[in-house]
């Protein structure tokens, strides 16, 4: 049996769900080999315009494998947890968060790294290395952007866990609902992502990796000539067109 399940929509959307269960969802060495290769058919299949990760369960993700982690000296096994977190965010695909559980530790990580994401309110989050004896030393590449120094700071250091209302103020994932609005949610922003034309979002994307690494003098030439190569694009032509046209554009067909 697979501990994560896959599936692809007539729309586009690959649904990717994390359910390993009995484990709580951790980044054990065979979840992320299974995780990794969802990922590669994100990437590489052009069916697919949207990436949904969700879990089954209470647990969305609990973080690293303590166990192998202690049997190994540390070692993280074949897949590093950061190349996961880059993966999602390197990706030229959207990836949504569907997190109906619990995000601890490297799961807060894991929720952190995706695009757009919406949690249950009273799921729980927290930066809770500290009281193992470690510090989030990975996640902290993925969380300490999204989040004011002061709040992070406090994040780290008390270790103790908050709600998704909580994680929601601190920037760490889009926003924070009740259970029974969560699919609503997710629906809604799907549908707004496949309004967009795939080159364009997997542009936007790029972006958002791009422009804050640089110096306004540097940034302001560079997106001028992004900007003009999107304008020029086969895309484009066809996005302007529908617009003055009054149609939908193709890729929403």
Not at 65 to 80: A, I
Not at 120 to 143: M, N, Q, W, Y
Request: glycine residues 8%.
């Amino acid at each position: 049996m697979s501990i994560v399940e896959t599936t692809l929509d007539s729309r586009g959307v690959y649904t990717i769900t994390l359910n390993d269960t009995e484990k709580r969802n951790v980044l054990s060495h065979a979840l992320t080999a299974e995780l990794t290769e969802a990922m590669d058919r994100v990437d590489f299949d052009p069916q697919i315009r949207v990436a949904l990760l969700t879990n089954t369960g209470s647990v969305f993700c609990a973080g690293a494998d303590l166990s192998e982690r202690s049997s190994s000296g540390g070692d993280v096994g074949p897949v590093d947890p950061m190349t996961l977190f880059r993966r999602i965010q390197d990706s030229p695909k959207p990836w949504v968060g569907r997190i109906a559980g619990h995000a601890v530790a490297g799961g807060t990580g894991l929720a952190a790294s995706l695009d757009v994401s919406v949690a249950h309110a009273d799921a729980k989050f927290g930066f809770t290395e500290v009281r193992l004896g470690v510090a989030p030393a990975i996640i902290s590449v993925i969380c300490l952007p999204k989040m004011r120094l002061g709040d992070a700071t406090a994040a780290f250091l008390r270790g103790r866990r908050f709600d998704g209302v909580e994680a929601a103020r601190l920037g760490l994932i889009t926003a924070a609902v009740e259970p029974d609005q969560l699919d609503g949610e997710i629906d809604a922003i799907i549908e707004d992502l496949l309004l967009g034309g795939p080159n364009a979002l997997a542009a936007a994307k790029d972006l958002l990796r791009q422009v804050p690494q640089m110096k306004p003098e540097e940034a302001f030439p560079w997106a001028a000539a992004r900007s003009a190569e999107l304008f020029q694009s086969t895309e484009a032509a066809e996005g302007m067109a529908a617009y003055l046209e009054k149609r939908p554009p193709s890729w929403t067909e």
